[in-house]
Structures are given as C-alpha cells and as structure tokens.
C-alpha cells in the first residue's frame, strides 16, 4: 500500500522541530553519531517488523541527508542552525506507523509525469522511444493538441516538421521577436560616442553604416556640435592665433554645466540661486609641433611651436559664510574638462609669458557675472580664477626670476638652499602659483638622478676633464640599470619633445624606493620620503599642513646629512621648504590645482591638428582645431561620457597621517593616477646641473 494513500491512523506526523531536538539529546559532536541515535529512538517508538524497518531506513533515509546536509552548513552550531532553518524547522515529516497487514507498501509517493523531474521523464518515455517511429510519434502529437483544443500548436509543430531546417528559421524568428528593439541613439548620447572614440566623419559614416536605425545621421551631429561651441562672434581665429573671448567661453561653460545639474538647480533657494560661484584654474604652457607646408604670409611666421592658454572648472559653489559644493570636478587632472583660451603658434619665451599672463589678467578683472535662466529659475554665477596650470618656468617669467636656479618664492639662491636655519621672506603674493605637482614629481626624481650620477666624485660642479668621464660612466650605467632591471628609459633625449624623464618614468622610481635606491646609490630613506610627499600633495584631499611642515622639514634635514656637498634642486627647495605655507594658502586641496590637464591639451593639440583639421587654409585648420578642443572638453557631453576608472593603490600610512581624516578614505581613488599622467610630456632641461 502506498504510504501516500493512508488513512489518518496509519500515518504518524513529527514536525522537523521535534526531530531536531530529539537529534539534539545526543551530546555527541559527531553528525553520525546523532542521526543514528535519532533513527534507533524511533524505531523504538514503534513495534516494526523486518520489512517494515527496511521500508523506515529508506524513508528516513532522506530527512538524514537533510538534517546533515543543513548541520554542516551551520558550522555545527545549535544557533545557527535554528536561526537558518527556521522556516524549514516548521514543517512536518510523515512517518508510517507499525501494521501488521504483509501487503503494505512503504516509499515515496508515485509523481504524475508533469511534476517529474526532466530525468524521470526520459526514463519513463524511453521504451515509448525505442518502439514507436519519429513520424508517428510527431502526428500522434498533432492529433492529440487538436483535441485538447489547442490547434496552433497543432499547426506549429506541423510546419516545423516539414523540413530539416524550418525548426531552427522558426527559433530564430523566435528569439529574435523577444528581442527589444533598439531606438535610435539621440543627438548627444551620439556625439558623446563620437568625441569618446575620437572618431572622424569618416570614420562615424562607416561605424554608422553597420545600423543605420541606431546611428542618427552626421548632419545631426552637426547641428548638435554647434550648441558645444560658444557665439560665433567669441571667435577669432588667424593663420597664427586662435582665441575665444574668456567671458563668452566663461558664460558658455556654466550654460552647458547646468545643463547637466537641472535637476540639482530645481533644489536651490533663492539665495543660493544667486550666489553661485564657479572656481576655476587656468594656465599656459608651450611645446613644439609639427611643421606643416602651408606658407604664412610673412617669412618670420613658423609653426614650429604652439603657445597655448587654457582652464579647468574644478567647483561650482554657493553660499556667502559657508560654501555648499553643488559641482565637483571628478577628475580636476584631467583633460576632459581643459577648455581653451588661446592658441598662439609663437616659441615661449619669458617675455611672452608675462605678456600672456598680463593679458588674460586683464580679462580676469573685467569679467562680469553669468545670469543664465534653468526652468524658470533664474541664477547668477559669479567666476573665480587661480593661476595654477603653469610650471616652474613660466613661474620664474611670471615673477622676473632671471636665474632657473633660484627660488622664485624667497629669491634664495642654490648657495643658500642647504642651509636650513637661514631661511628668507617667503612673497605672499608668489603663492596663489600652487606647487606645480606633475613637474615636481618629474624634478625630484631628475634631482636624485642627477645627483646620483656624481656620487663616486661627491661634487656639485664638474671642472676637470676626468670627472666628466667619470660622470659619464656612471650615467651610462645607471641608464642599463633602470633599462633591464626596471623596464624605463631615463635621461635619454626625444627629438622634438624633450627627453623621456616624463610622469610616468618617475612614477614608476618613486613606487618602488628599494629597487630604485639599490640602482642609483641613492639612500633608501629618502626616496621613500619623497614618494610620501609626492602622494600627498597629488592626493586631491586636504592635508594637515602642521604635520606636513613637520615631514617636510625632517626630510630636508636628512638630505642636508646625507649629500651636503649637492645643493638642493629649486624644485626641492620650493617643496620641502614652502610645501607647507603654499598649501594652506591654497583656495582648493592643492592635488586638485594640478597642471597635467594643459600639459595633455599639448598632445591633444598635435593630434587634432594632424587627424581632425582641414590642412587647405592655415585659418580653417587652426578653426578645427579649436573646436575639437571645445568639444572634446564640453561639459555637457564630458559628463555623459564614462569616466575611466583605473586601479590604485591605498595610500601610504605615513600618507594617511597627513590628510585630514574627515574626507577621505583610505581605500579612495586618488587624483595621482589621472588618465593625463600618461599623457604629459615636459624636457628636463630647467634644472640641469651638468
């Protein structure tokens, strides 16, 4: 008899609660040991004969498997396990009672065949298989749905039966209709794709070509880059200058910024409506390029260099006391957001430099406040600019500093750099420049190169003719050093573009002081400390400028011991001595006043102006060029595109102890590792000391 068919007073019910407690009584840690001493207590409840004990064993066979299977994913703990298995622990386990009857039947339930597993219906249907043709099988079915009252799946299996092939056009059909059907990509989502890609008309036509439903047309794109470019009138554009009026550019940067912040600007009061302030850093910089065959119209003209001006929104604020941050440059190193000013094919040169600077300024005091209207809202942003973009030379042009080998800060000389008890007045006003944190990983890294080199001597200058060839020696074997230990190339020039001392050569010293410390000669310490430096300054956090004087100071003392016979390098001086004082001078975390961004727009420059400008007209191409940089740098379309995120590493301890705990974590993405690190090219010649 099947136990599924007995009546009430054959059948005895235990809830799975009670059998876990009688399981329990079992003191014995071993799983085994306590089913076993469950089974033989029931058994025991109950006068079973042979078969019927046999018939128990298989039942219970499965709640053994169970309970055991649910004790070992608890970590055998009585907690736990009830905690786990509360639910469960509330059902009921059908037992048959002992009967006397030899005809009874003891086991699991028969299934029907739809509630069998995919296993038991093969094994079930596998003599039908064996004994009965496919065709008879297949009409047998048809005939059997029409009579259940369904015909189209009559008619469906019909037809994909007729031939070897129409099963799988019918599955295909099929899976395609589940399908959700793409639209068409809407002008801005397209034409984030396009800058993000760096494609080219030509090269969006063929992409386009692939599904033309998707793609919108070029034209369309088109009509959408014109809303990326300020008034036509901002515009003026020369065979030799390409230049955007700073307020128009300034008035088109916050429209399309608040573009993409309208539903953060639906938040504001009234006040803060109309205190708004974007803060921005702007720079210049110059490089060499490319010279093309278009003559100019006078012989004095060459394009044989660029002189660029640009800037980077880093924080839209509001508030008068206290400044609530409504906008947040994600990635203030960046390119994404490198705006430009002015483009100038001109060689730079100090006097150049104070012109540029004394130009935009000039600007800068005349600039009036945005009054833009979002939804009905109408908000007035006032603008705030900091001249952070700019290296050490345009530093020593920007404030007369003749010598590379002078502190334009203090005005101390190399001669006075070591000695740390005489220290000079530092300019106040020399402080709004930020500390230049590329090039200051760049230059300390060359400083300990350099220094290096001269070890076997203990000089500062070179005179004699055998210690230059000492020097040599010793530069050449460094150089195979770095080469097959490390995998870099240091010191070594690049035609046209300076030497190969770029950021990411001196990342990859400073990150691992053993080694580099091992290959040049260069104490250990030291090394160390200048990476601890470097990463807090390159952080993007605040830093507590109390305990940074501190490191600093004990740093420069332990140079000073090690290699008082080599002065400090300017950009050692500025660092360790000034450090502190520039940073809590700063208006924003001095990681963020970076000047990778304009160094990367130099690399951009060579790019757009090689693959995306027309070459007929010197006019037309320097056009293009520009408004590739204003679209590739649109705020609207930057913050549809993905930001890309790259691995880092957690900061150093000695680093945590210096940033202020309350913004920031030890786990967070830092600024150091921007995407433009590896795009920022600088010659090393400003502090060569052979």
């Known amino acids: 008899m099947d136990p599924s068919q007995q009546g009430p007073s054959q059948i005895k019910i235990l809830s799975r609660k009670q059998l876990y407690d009688i399981m329990q009584e079992q003191k014995e840690c071993d799983i085994n040991e306590k089913l076993e001493y469950l089974e033989k207590y029931l058994l025991m409840q109950e006068n079973y004969s042979e078969e019927q004990i046999k018939a128990f064993k298989h039942t219970f066979s499965y709640t053994k498997a169970e309970l055991k299977r649910r004790w070992l994913s608890a970590n055998r703990k009585d907690n736990l396990f009830r905690k786990n298995n509360e639910i469960w622990l509330q059902g009921t386990l059908e037992l048959p009672k002992a009967m006397t009857t030899a005809t009874t039947v003891f086991g699991r339930p028969q299934k029907s065949f739809g509630d069998s597993s995919e296993r038991s219906k093969r094994r079930k249907t596998q003599g039908l298989r064996e004994t009965v043709d496919t065709e008879e099988l297949t009409f047998a079915t048809q005939m059997k749905l029409r009579a259940c009252g369904k015909p189209d799946a009559s008619k469906v299996l019909k037809e994909i039966t007729k031939s070897p092939k129409r099963a799988t056009k019918y599955r295909k059909a099929y899976s395609s209709s589940l399908q959700e059907k793409r639209g068409q990509l809407s002008p801005l989502q397209a034409l984030s ?6 494609l080219s008309r030509r090269q969006y036509e063929i992409v386009r070509a692939s599904d033309k439903t998707l793609y919108p047309c070029y034209s369309v794109l088109q009509k959408a880059k014109k809303d990326c470019y300020p008034v036509p009138e901002s515009y003026q554009v020369t065979a030799t200058c390409a230049e955007i009026n700073l307020q128009d550019l300034l008035n088109h940067t916050v429209a399309r910024l608040l573009l993409y912040l309208q539903e953060v600007v639906q938040t504001l009061s009234e006040d803060e409506c109309n205190t708004l302030e974007l803060i921005t850093k702007w720079g210049c910089d110059g490089s060499q390029q490319t ?23 880093l924080q839209l604020v509001c508030g008068t006391d206290i400044k609530k941050v409504i906008w947040k440059n994600p990635t203030p190193s960046s390119p994404r957001y490198g705006r430009p000013i002015k483009i100038r094919f001109v060689k730079e040169s100090a006097d150049l430099t104070r012109e540029e600077i004394g130009y935009l300024e000039s600007k800068i005091v005349t600039l009036n406040e945005t009054k833009i209207e979002i939804n009905g809202r109408n908000l007035v942003i006032k603008h705030t600019l ?5 290296d050490a030379k345009i530093c020593n042009a ?16 190399s001669k006075e750099f070591n000695s740390l008890s005489n220290r000079r007045e530092a300019d106040q006003s020399t402080f709004k420049f930020g500390l230049s944190t590329l090039h200051a990983r760049i230059r300390l890294f060359e400083s300990l190169l350099h220094l290096s080199y001269k070890l076997p001597l203990k000089k500062w200058q070179l005179r004699t003719k055998n210690d230059k060839e000492i020097y040599k020696q010793r530069k050449t074997e460094i150089q195979n050093q770095f080469k097959n230990r490390m995998g870099i190339i240091v010191d070594v ?4 573009f300076g030497n190969s001392n770029d950021g990411n ?10 080694l580099s410390a091992e290959i040049t000669g260069m104490n250990v310490e030291l090394i160390y400390r200048f990476r601890v430096i470097l990463e807090v300054i390159s952080s993007g956090h605040k830093v507590d400028t109390l305990k940074f004087a501190a490191y600093t100071m004990d740093t420069a003392k332990l140079y000073v011991q090690l290699y008082s016979w080599h002065p400090m390098t300017p950009t050692m001086h500025k660092i360790l001595i000034h450090g502190p004082t520039v940073i809590e001078n ?5 990681g963020q006043l970076s000047e990778e961004a304009a160094e990367a727009r130099n690399k951009h420059f060579r790019s757009y102006r090689q693959n995306y400008a027309r070459k007929f007209s010197r006019e037309s191409c320097n056009l293009d060029i520009i408004n590739r940089l204003l679209l590739s740098s649109d705020p609207l379309l930057t913050s549809m595109r993905p930001t890309p995120r790259k691995r880092t590493k957690p900061f150093l301890k000695e680093t945590t102890e210096m940033l202020l705990p309350s913004l920031f974590t030890i786990s967070a993405d830092r600024n150091e590792d921007d995407e433009s690190a590896s795009e920022a090219e600088e010659s090393s010649d400003e502090e060569s000391w052979e």
């Open 586 to 590: 700063a208006l924003l975390p001095i």
């Open 398 to 413: 920007a404030t007369n500093t003749t010598s590379t080998m002078k502190c334009y800060i203090c005005g101390a000389t």
């Open 505 to 514: 050569t001196s990342r990859r010293v400073f990150m691992d002081p053993a």
């Open 291 to 313: 010279q093309f065959k278009q003559k100019f119209e006078t012989d004095i003209d060459s394009d044989a260099n660029i002189f660029q001006s640009s800037l980077v929104p």
């Open 386 to 390: 900091i001249l952070t973009m700019i």
């Open 193 to 198: 794709m396009f800058v993000e890609a760096g």
């Open 493 to 496: 020039p690049k035609p046209g």
